[in-house]
């Protein structure tokens, strides 16, 4: 079946920094990712929308400087969180779409702690 | 998009028989049922499809009356690793387009020995 791969399962980082997650789909083409962000206890909130070679769209409330979205290739998009503060702590979440059959595959996720 | 309402949480014992039922009164025409089960730390896995009547698949059935406007996710002699939150959302159908996918409250499943 469909995988999609994200790294790192889990980074710390100094409040300050910048971190990158990145996702990428192992066995398949996708031109759409999505990325998500979840707090302990709550659903999953969608970000943006990542489509190769374009800007992301990002949801209402989420600042595009903050959460840089790049999505170069068709297997591959990145997460770049700026200037992370302890409230970015968060469990960060892609999922690509298989462009042959549009169906959705979740990556398994990256804790960010920031202290 | 058409809201979902699920309970919040739900216990069983292992071997039984869960039934998870779904509201989503403003479900529009071209909308799908999908179910999604999520681990803790880990990213939700598709479990089933459906837009009308009855779809089984290997791990749960979905049933959907013929007004649409609820679904109930069965899922057979449940085990302990069954425990994980549920969610069911509705859209566009999971291998047709592109759309967002958006996660309602979800439901927490307990299964106990």
């Known amino acids: 079946g469909a995988v999609v791969s994200q790294h790192p399962s889990r980074v710390i980082c100094k409040s300050g920094t910048s971190v990158k997650i990145e996702c990428r789909s192992l066995?398949?083409?996708?031109?759409?990712m999505f990325w998500y962000r979840q707090f302990p206890k709550q659903s999953l909130m969608l970000m943006a929308t990542?489509?190769?070679?374009?800007?992301?769209?990002?949801e209402q409330g989420v600042e595009k400087d903050k959460f840089l979205i790049n999505h170069a290739s068709l297997t591959l998009s990145t997460l770049t969180v700026t200037s992370a503060h302890p409230e970015d702590s968060s469990f960060y979440i892609c999922?690509?779409?298989?462009?042959?059959?549009?169906?959705?595959?979740f990556g398994s996720g990256t804790r960010l702690t920031v202290v | 998009l058409a809201k979902t309402t699920q309970p919040i949480s739900m216990d069983s014992y292992e071997g039984q028989e869960v039934n998870i039922t779904c509201s989503h009164n403003n479900i529009a025409t071209n909308d799908y049922i999908t179910w999604y089960q999520q681990f803790p730390s880990q990213g939700p896995r598709f479990i089933i499809q459906g837009y009308k009547t009855k779809v089984t698949n290997e791990v749960a059935s979905l049933f959907i009356p013929a007004d649409r406007k609820s679904s109930t996710l069965s899922l057979p002699r449940v085990s302990l690793s069954d425990t994980a939150v549920y969610y069911c959302l509705v859209g566009e159908p999971r291998g047709s387009t592109l759309g967002r996918l958006y996660f309602g409250r979800g439901t927490q499943l307990t299964v106990w020995p």
């Open positions: 066995d398949f083409q996708a031109t759409t």
């Open positions: 990542s489509n190769e070679g374009s800007k992301a769209t990002y």
């Open positions: 999922s690509a779409v298989d462009r042959s059959n549009y169906g959705y595959t």
